[in-house]
């Protein structure tokens, strides 16, 4: 759906997007994740063809958004962040209007907006003024206005930002729902958000694309980081000489627990799932265990590690 190769935009000698190249596959969710200045909201106008780039190709569902722009954005729903809404509009005359813009005959333009209304949960609002809306429910008008003419590839640059929790959880429902019959490109500084949306993460710092990858594969590539946490009753050495047994533990650590257990803390080789050999021992040697969790890095420490080295040499 995005082909996107050694795209770079400038500003006035500085540069946002610096030599990008990237794909979106059909029916994806993928998440643009970085800190704001990172390149996220230029890189979504280029692709909407909202601006030019300074130089890389950027195709979208086969079409040039330079050279073919008309078809291109056909096929295109955007809803940027400062959502540029027509505050003295009622919302079914908005989207109505919007649908007509967007080429929709004056039959489908009224099921389009009614579908969206009911998609959107604006079917309570629809003879309401934008302006005297919530900000939640002006989030909603802004998607359903990228919805109504049925696009392949939904663009959303920080949907959720000013929402609070129940109205981020409503619109991340949404967005959620949208995966396959849609392709959705969301942009968002908020990790643990984009964990729980997306199918897949490019992490974006300094104009760059530093990583693009499942939340599952990035977590597995730091999988040599985490570590296995074991409560186990059984005596303190016969713990310690099983860990240096073990050839897939490559750092351990036994400390006393409550009652008769201990914490053991083992470090896997090679970033290994320690818990079915630790879960064979203690059956073997009839040992109680109370607990078997393996640590997970947060999306935060992802991108901490992702970003670190750039961080260091802007030092």
Same mark, same amino acid.
């Given at each position: 759906?995005?082909? +996107?190769?050694?795209?770079?935009?400038?500003?006035?000698?500085?540069?946002?997007?610096?030599?990008?190249? #990237?794909?979106?596959?059909?029916?994806?969710?993928?998440?643009?994740?970085?800190?704001?200045?990172?390149?996220?909201?230029?890189?979504?106008?280029?692709?909407?063809?909202?601006?030019?780039?300074?130089?890389?190709?950027?195709?979208?569902?086969?079409?040039? +958004?330079?050279?073919?722009?008309?078809?291109?954005?056909?096929?295109?729903?955007?809803?940027?962040?400062?959502?540029?809404?027509?505050?003295?509009?009622?919302?079914?005359?908005?989207?109505?209007?919007?649908?007509?813009?967007?080429?929709?005959?004056?039959?489908?333009?009224?099921?389009?907006?009614?579908?969206?209304?009911?998609?959107?949960?604006?079917?309570?609002? @629809?003879?309401?003024?934008?302006?005297?809306?919530?900000?939640?429910?002006?989030?909603?008008?802004?998607?359903?206005?990228?919805?109504?003419? @049925?696009?392949?590839?939904?663009?959303?640059?920080?949907?959720?930002?000013?929402?609070?929790?129940?109205?981020?959880?409503?619109?991340?429902?949404?967005?959620?729902?949208?995966?396959?019959?849609?392709?959705?490109? /969301?942009?968002?500084?908020? *990790?643990?958000?984009?964990?729980? =949306?997306?199918?897949?993460?490019?992490?974006? #710092?300094?104009?760059?694309?530093?990583?693009?990858?499942?939340?599952?594969?990035?977590?597995?590539? =730091?999988?040599?980081?985490?570590?296995?946490?074991?409560? /186990?009753?059984?005596?303190?050495?016969?713990?310690?000489?099983?860990?240096?047994?073990?050839?897939?533990?490559? &750092?351990?650590?036994?400390?006393?627990?409550?009652?008769?257990? #201990?914490?053991?803390?083992?470090?896997?080789?090679?970033?290994?799932?320690?818990?079915?050999?630790? #879960?064979?021992?203690?059956?073997?040697?009839?040992?109680?265990?109370?607990?078997?969790?393996?640590?997970?890095?947060? *999306?935060?420490?992802?991108?901490? &590690?992702?970003?670190?080295?750039?961080?260091?040499?802007?030092?």
């Amino acid at each position: 759906m995005i082909q +996107v190769s050694n795209l770079t935009k400038r500003y006035a000698g500085r540069t946002a997007v610096d030599d990008i190249s #990237f794909t979106v596959a059909r029916g994806e969710i993928v998440g643009l994740l970085g800190p704001n200045g990172a390149g996220k909201s230029t890189t979504m106008r280029v692709l909407a063809g909202f601006m030019p780039a300074s130089s890389g190709t950027v195709r979208v569902a086969g079409f040039d +958004v330079f050279h073919d722009s008309q078809e291109a954005r056909r096929r295109i729903g955007y809803m940027p962040e400062n959502n540029p809404l027509y505050a003295e509009m009622r919302v079914r005359e908005y989207l109505k209007f919007r649908a007509r813009l967007k080429g929709l005959g004056w039959k489908k333009s009224r099921e389009r907006v009614t579908t969206v209304m009911a998609q959107c949960g604006l079917k309570d609002v @629809e003879r309401r003024v934008i302006g005297q809306l919530s900000k939640g429910y002006k989030q909603r008008v802004g998607l359903a206005d990228a919805l109504v003419h @049925e696009p392949d590839l939904i663009i959303l640059d920080e949907p959720t930002i000013g929402l609070d929790p129940q109205q981020i959880r409503s619109v991340r429902q949404l967005i959620k729902s949208l995966a396959g019959k849609h392709t959705v490109l /969301i942009s968002t500084h908020i *990790l643990p958000e984009a964990e729980m =949306m997306c199918h897949r993460l490019l992490i974006m #710092f300094d104009g760059r694309v530093l990583a693009s990858d499942t939340p599952e594969n990035l977590q597995r590539r =730091m999988a040599g980081g985490s570590q296995v946490i074991a409560e /186990i009753a059984a005596p303190a050495a016969a713990l310690n000489a099983a860990w240096e047994e073990m050839p897939e533990v490559e &750092q351990f650590d036994v400390a006393p627990g409550e009652g008769e257990f #201990f914490r053991c803390a083992l470090t896997p080789r090679d970033g290994r799932d320690l818990r079915p050999a630790i #879960f064979a021992l203690a059956l073997r040697n009839h040992w109680p265990l109370r607990e078997l969790t393996r640590s997970r890095h947060s *999306l935060e420490d992802i991108y901490l &590690q992702v970003t670190r080295p750039d961080q260091e040499e802007l030092e």
